[in-house]
């Protein structure tokens, strides 16, 4: 079964920093797109930023310049650093991957969430 871990939220005041990170368990996997998700109360669930297995990325128009995600495929990691926060980035972040070897478990993937809250 395919885990991911995520882990790094917390509280900060604005301007504050935070690094996300979310390790899927287990060996033998290749991925290709790799992102964050964040979600508030009674909203959908929007893209933050995406990573491909090439290394190209995609960002919301409200964290460009602020955020930056980044992989480790050895690490079956990915990161998402979070600079200049502001209250309106308060969230629950969700890691999400699609996962493409091995064959047998290809498909797309949901973290747990971890809640990151920027306040004063």
């Known amino acids: 079964q395919v885990q991911l871990v995520a882990s790094g939220g917390g509280l900060v005041q604005p301007g504050g920093s935070l690094r996300l990170s979310c390790t899927v368990s287990?060996?033998?996997?290749?991925?290709?797109?790799m992102g964050w998700y964040r979600q508030t109360p009674g909203k959908r669930r929007d893209l933050v930023a995406a990573?491909?297995?090439?290394?190209?990325?995609n960002y919301a128009d409200s964290v460009k310049g602020r955020f930056t995600i980044s992989r480790d495929n050895a690490k079956n990691t990915v990161y998402l650093q979070m600079n200049s926060l502001k209250p309106e980035d308060s969230a629950v972040y969700y890691c999400?991957?699609?996962?493409?070897?091995?064959?047998?478990?290809?498909?797309?993937?949901w973290g747990q969430g971890t809640q990151v809250t920027v306040s004063s």
């Open positions: 999400n991957v699609d996962l493409a070897q091995p064959v047998g478990l290809r498909g797309n993937y």
């Open positions: 287990g060996s033998g996997y290749s991925f290709y797109a």
């Open positions: 990573i491909t297995s090439g290394g190209s990325t």
